[in-house]
């Protein structure tokens, strides 16, 4: 399935490298009707500023978006509390997105699922690969929260792992050192996090139609038995 993932600051959709270099991309209802009409199953769109400067969850954006496309959406960002689930849900948003809160409050992703579902709640996991280990060796990835901004120390895997236990229905993954490249998805990432959780994993990364193929029919991105959900944009 084809995920377009819109990252968003300040009401507009934004487009960088390796989390930097923002530029603007546009507006996200207009892009969100461009992706409904071109055939995306679902849009993601991820407030990525929200958590670091502590501003309130895009609830406008939604609400325009939601009158503009009726495919499933899923939105992220700034979302702290079950209240802010709650709002987003009612705003118009299908499922949640919870990155920084979730590493700082676990239970939080216990609490929105007990009260919404686990379908509604999706753990969003920034991860960079650890360059004291080997890549050929042991390689690990850390987990960076406040729009990537913030290492925490913590495994993407393990955490992967642990989000699933606590009631996430998805992990939504993205590599920060592949994150705008247009070189592909980083499969030992895709595969590593897919193996530990039974959940959909929607992996980032893909810059093209072959970067979709060689996931897909790579096992080393297990797309096959998990049924990952592959963004492009």
């Keep these: 399935r084809i ?4 990252d968003v600051d300040a009401g507009r959709v934004v487009k960088g490298i390796s989390f930097v270099e923002l530029r603007d ?4 209802a207009e892009l969100a009707a461009v992706y409904d009409q071109e055939g995306g199953d679902e849009l993601v769109f991820l407030d990525i500023t929200a958590s670091s400067d502590s501003r309130d969850t ?13 495919i499933p959406l899923t939105v992220g960002g700034g979302i702290r509390t079950v209240e ?3 709002r987003m849900l009612k705003a118009g948003a299908d499922k949640v997105s919870l990155n ?3 590493v700082n409050n676990p239970p939080l992703v216990s609490e929105g699922a007990a009260q919404f579902g686990n379908q509604c709640i999706v753990v969003a996991i920034d991860a960079k690969r650890d360059p004291g280990l080997a890549l050929d060796v042991s390689s690990r990835w850390e987990v960076y929260t406040r729009g990537g901004r913030t290492p925490t120390g913590i495994d993407a895997v393990k955490w992967a792992a642990r989000a699933v236990e606590l009631g996430s229905g998805e992990i939504l993954l993205t590599s920060m050192d592949e994150d705008g490249q247009k070189r592909g998805y ?5 595969r590593a996090v897919s193996q530990a959780t039974p959940v959909p994993v929607i992996a980032s990364g893909a ?7 060689d ?6 991105a297990d797309c096959r038995t998990r049924g990952e959900y592959l963004p492009f944009w």
């Design 3 to 6: 995920i377009p993932c819109l």
């Design 25 to 28: 991309a546009g507006d996200p």
């Design 58 to 70: 895009m609830v406008n954006v939604v609400r325009r978006v939601s009158e503009e496309v009726f």
């Design 84 to 86: 802010d689930i709650r």
């Design 100 to 102: 920084t809160a979730a």
């Design 186 to 190: 980083d499969l030992e990432l895709t």
């Design 207 to 213: 810059g093209n139609l072959d970067h979709l193929y």
């Design 215 to 220: 996931a897909l029919e790579s096992g080393e």
